[in-house]
């Protein structure tokens, strides 16, 4: 079994030589052979570039086959991997490609009215500094052709030597948090950790060469490049990717390329569900969703079984520090992953802590081989999140049944105290998804001067839905004891979201509530389920 991803390249072309590894829309189409002669291109034309091993490389692109040759051949010329989200603005870029060190930068072309090389350096210029340490800009897909050809000036047996000298335990990637608890912190994983994940992931989805994966999760992040690309890479299955998501494009992509895997945010199935075309397109190749976070509606999970005709449908439960740590497995009984993120995978144990028996409620610990290594230059945040016996402190809160099942209750601080009780907003969001006409739905407590707090509810509509305020209170009061019952309704167009698709619940709290304080170590919870649609992927 390869243990570096160079390797694992290699061992695909092998095994899987003419089948289909790539399939961009409207782009190029490559086999595992191919894929492999086109990452040694990229990895010699790195070398020709003056790239050492060891050297970190940015990727600032939207979801395609450039972002795939980037990373894998940055990888295979002994490099680290440095994703830099396609929502940050020129400082927040600017901020994560300076902190990592990149000597090197694939950064997309104008993309979605944005130029994100200009945006760098107008932020570079009000900060005074001057980008030096970038010793190589390549604009995509403008000057990739032209990179792509350095390779010729570099004999095969330097770039092969390249990726043989990389270890299992070499730097592979530095995966940004999203920031929604704090400043975001660069998670730093290894080669032989970052596949064990996608191995893990690939077993536990039952994926395989007959499958075609359409990847709706941003590259930038852990699950649409370790669970996405290299889960595919592992296993023989097609990477579809989509760089913009629209619901109705992708299930047009579905009937045209048969896709059969297609993981994605709970946001990811509303869309498609309400979606005008949804009758009239052959959706009947679909055999496998998988969805996570805290708040993934039951009603929700119910609805793609129901409608939509997935074979299987899985829940999970992952962070940037810990990327596939619970998941559902094909043959679990409906309810079980209806209600839970799964048990323990690719290798960890999941702890509650505080607990004396099942089903108490605390924080979730999760230790095992497939960890982070820690965060990048912050050894003081690496000691505060992971304890001595090598626990993470995820800052999530669950418990775990007598078969080690997950629940996921809510973060760590995503409560609030109403008259001496705790209310978990996970679990009213849960019944508010139950509400026909609900779309999504974002649970936060308020002051009150008599029960200390109470709850506030902000809900968007399905399409075509209207609800009033008494409407949606009293369906509460019908299935919530009244404690837990929020006090007020507000009607969004949207809710606020970071550039993973989860709900930023601090902006809603400009309207009274007091804003949660984020865990001592500023972990960012990062499912690896519900990066989500947004503008794009």
């Known amino acids: 079994m390869e243990l570096t991803i160079p390797g694992a390249v290699a061992g695909a072309a092998i095994q899987f030589g003419d089948a289909a590894?790539?399939?961009?829309?409207?782009?190029?189409?490559?086999?595992?052979?191919?894929l492999d002669e086109r990452v040694t291109a990229v990895a010699a034309a790195l070398v020709d570039c003056g790239l050492a091993s060891g050297d970190r490389v940015a990727v600032w692109a939207p979801n395609g086959y450039q972002w795939v040759l980037a990373a894998l051949g940055t990888l295979s010329a002994g490099g680290v991997l440095v994703p830099v989200s396609t929502r940050f603005t020129g400082p927040e870029a600017l901020d994560v490609i300076g902190r990592s060190g990149a000597s090197a930068l694939f950064v997309a072309d104008d993309f979605l009215g944005v130029d994100r090389l200009g945006a760098l350096q107008a932020a570079a210029a009000a900060e005074g500094t001057a980008l030096d340490e970038l010793r190589l800009v390549v604009r995509v897909p403008g000057q990739w052709d032209a990179f792509e050809r350095r390779a010729a000036s570099v004999p095969a047996a330097v770039a092969a030597e390249r990726a043989e000298a990389v270890r299992p335990g070499d730097l592979s990637d530095v995966m940004f948090t999203s920031?929604?608890?704090?400043?975001?912190?660069?998670?730093?994983?290894?080669?032989?950790?970052?596949?064990?994940?996608?191995?893990?992931?690939a077993e536990c989805a039952g994926l395989g060469?007959?499958?075609?994966?359409?990847?709706?999760?941003?590259?930038?992040?852990?699950?649409?490049?370790?669970?996405?690309?290299?889960?595919?890479?592992?296993?023989g299955a097609t990477v579809v990717p989509q760089a913009v998501f629209d619901a109705g494009q992708a299930m047009r992509l579905v009937e045209a390329e048969r896709i059969t895997v297609l993981p994605g945010a709970p946001t990811v199935y509303e869309m498609i569900l309400d979606h005008p075309e949804r009758g009239s397109r052959d959706?009947?190749?679909?055999?496998?969703?998988?969805?996570?976070?805290?708040?993934?509606?039951?009603?929700?999970v119910e609805r793609i079984r129901r409608e939509l005709g997935f074979d299987v449908v899985l829940t999970g439960y992952g962070l940037t520090e810990a990327v596939v740590a619970t998941m559902?497995?094909?043959?679990?009984?409906?309810?079980?992953?209806?209600?839970?993120?799964?048990?323990?995978?690719?290798?960890?144990?999941?702890?509650?802590?505080?607990a004396a028996q099942p089903g108490d409620v605390g924080e979730i610990l999760l230790r095992g081989p497939n960890l982070m290594l820690g965060y990048l230059d912050d050894p003081g945040a690496t000691k505060a999140?992971?304890?001595?016996?090598?626990?993470?402190?995820?800052?999530?809160?669950?418990?775990?049944?007598?078969?080690?099942?997950?629940?996921?209750?809510?973060?760590?601080?995503?409560?609030?105290?109403?008259?001496?009780f705790n209310v978990y907003p996970a679990?009213?969001?849960q019944v508010l998804a139950r509400l026909d006409g609900v779309a999504e739905s974002a649970v936060i407590g308020v002051p009150d001067p008599r029960l200390g707090e109470v709850g506030r509810a902000y809900l968007v509509t399905r399409p075509g839905h209207v609800l009033d305020e008494a409407e949606?209170?009293?369906?509460?009061?019908?299935?919530?004891?009244?404690?837990?019952?929020?006090?007020?309704?507000?009607?969004?167009?949207?809710?606020?979201?970071?550039?993973?698709?989860k709900v930023v619940k601090r902006r809603l709290y400009n309207s009274g509530g007091r804003p949660p304080e984020p865990p001592a170590h500023g972990g960012e919870p990062s499912p690896p389920y519900p990066p989500g649609p947004l503008e794009e992927s």
């Open 283 to 300: 959706l009947s190749s679909l055999r496998l969703a998988v969805t996570g976070a805290a708040d993934v509606p039951v009603a929700l």
């Open 385 to 420: 999140a992971i304890d001595s016996d090598g626990w993470l402190h995820t800052g999530d809160v669950g418990r775990l049944d007598v078969a080690g099942y997950l629940a996921i209750t809510g973060r760590g601080k995503d409560v609030y105290i109403c008259g001496g």
């Open 427 to 429: 679990e009213v969001e």
């Open 209 to 235: 060469p007959d499958d075609r994966y359409l990847v709706v999760n941003p590259f930038f992040h852990t699950f649409g490049f370790k669970a996405g690309i290299l889960a595919c890479l592992v296993s």
């Open 328 to 354: 559902c497995r094909p043959g679990d009984a409906a309810e079980t992953v209806a209600s839970t993120s799964g048990r323990a995978a690719a290798g960890f144990e999941v702890r509650i802590e505080g």
């Open 472 to 501: 949606v209170l009293a369906f509460c009061r019908a299935r919530l004891a009244n404690y837990k019952v929020p006090r007020r309704v507000v009607f969004r167009d949207a809710l606020p979201r970071n550039p993973s698709g």
């Open 179 to 201: 920031g929604t608890t704090g400043r975001s912190k660069g998670a730093m994983t290894s080669h032989e950790r970052t596949l064990a994940v996608a191995r893990a992931w």
């Open 21 to 34: 590894a790539l399939a961009e829309p409207g782009g190029p189409r490559l086999s595992y052979r191919e």
